[in-house]
């Protein structure tokens, strides 16, 4: 049987201030938001959606995107942004106009193969 007779700590004090200052506290309330698991559920729903057409998946993917953000609150929208800048998603009027005119253009397509 082995006594330990002097205690050697596993972290170090660096490690106890990441810690401490990760901590909730009342001057950094906890928040469940998490803006990249909200883009990438939209990202799933819109691909099972969408089938082999990309013109399609983005479009359904920008409108539905905007109107999460248009849903979310003041403190949370720029959380939202930043992942979606990370993305290299837009989801500004010029981007989805461009996105729904691809989808346009690509109904025409399938419509004229289908007929």
Not at 52 to 70: G, K, N, P, S
Not at 74 to 91: D, G, K, M, N, Y
Request: aromatic share 8%; net charge negative; charged share 30%.
């Amino acid at each position: 049987m082995s006594v330990v007779t002097q205690f050697q700590p596993n972290l170090t004090r660096a490690d106890f201030l990441n810690f401490w200052s990760g901590r909730p506290s009342a001057d950094k309330p906890v928040s469940d938001f998490d803006p990249a698991a909200v883009i990438s559920h939209h990202v799933d729903c819109c691909v099972k959606g969408s089938g082999c057409h990309y013109e399609l998946y983005e479009a359904r993917l920008l409108r539905t995107l905007r109107q999460e953000f248009d849903t979310l609150p003041r403190h949370h929208r720029i959380e939202f942004q930043q992942a979606l800048i990370l993305r290299e998603i837009r989801i500004d009027d010029e981007a989805i106009d461009e996105a729904e005119q691809a989808e346009a253009e690509c109904m025409a397509e399938i419509h004229r193969e289908q007929a």
